[in-house]
């Protein structure tokens, strides 16, 4: 053999030897490579757990919180509801002034020569006059039918321009049934 082809012999022997450690160093970096991958991989791993225990307990706590927060809400809403029917309760159930106040006055403006007023307060006898005098000013030409229309409304001025306490010791307590 020549000394060429002996020189390109040892050289690709060389570029031989050469090539098999840098595949060997390639080999090692990768293997370190996947084993600091598989680490990584391994940490995030666990991370990933702790964060995901970390969101089921604040998801159990928030849950917790939201059932004390709806049971709180009911009882309030129960407390506000009782009250409610309390408070409706006495108002229908004592002689709710205002409500009558309000009742009579109105209707004896509105409806005044027929006498319904004077029934919302009690009185029988004197809503019976008025209801005739408004019936007979069909046939009188409506000179009584303007007479308790007149009456009524002078009484529903009166009854709405009074104070609650005073309307109620005048015509429900002091039982007066004319102005």
Same mark, same amino acid.
């Given at each position: /053999?020549?000394? &060429?082809?002996?020189?390109?012999? +040892?050289?690709?022997?060389?570029? =031989? ?10 080999? +090692?970096?990768? $293997? %370190?490579? !996947? +084993? ?8 995030? #791993? ?6 995901? %225990? +970390? ?5 159990? &706590? ?13 009882? %309030? ?8 029917? %309390? ?10 002034? &205002?409500?009558?106040? /309000? ?8 409806? #005044? ?16 006059? =008025? ?6 000013? !069909?046939?009188?030409? #409506? ?11 002078? $009484? ?8 609650? $306490? ?12 004319? !102005?």
């Amino acid at each position: /053999m020549s000394e &060429e082809n002996k020189d390109l012999g +040892d050289m690709a022997d060389d570029a =031989m030897d050469s090539a098999k450690e840098g595949a060997e160093n390639l080999a +090692d970096k990768a $293997e %370190d490579a !996947f +084993d600091s991958a598989k680490e990584k991989a391994s940490e995030l #791993g666990d991370k990933a757990s702790e964060k995901f %225990d +970390d969101a089921k307990e604040a998801t159990k &706590e928030f849950a917790e919180d939201a059932k004390e927060a709806a049971s709180d809400f009911a009882d %309030d809403a129960k407390k506000t509801a009782n009250e409610f029917a %309390d408070s409706a309760k006495e108002a229908f159930n004592t002689s709710s002034t &205002e409500n009558k106040k /309000m009742l009579a006055g109105i209707l004896a403006i509105v409806l #005044g020569s027929l006498g319904i007023h004077k029934f919302i307060l009690g009185y029988q006898k004197e809503g019976i006059i =008025m209801l005739i005098l408004g019936i007979l000013g !069909f046939f009188t030409c #409506g000179i009584t039918s303007m007479i308790s229309w007149i009456v009524g409304l002078v $009484e529903g001025i009166m009854y709405l321009t009074k104070s609650d $306490e005073e309307f109620y010791n005048t015509y429900q307590a002091g039982q007066k049934p004319w !102005f």
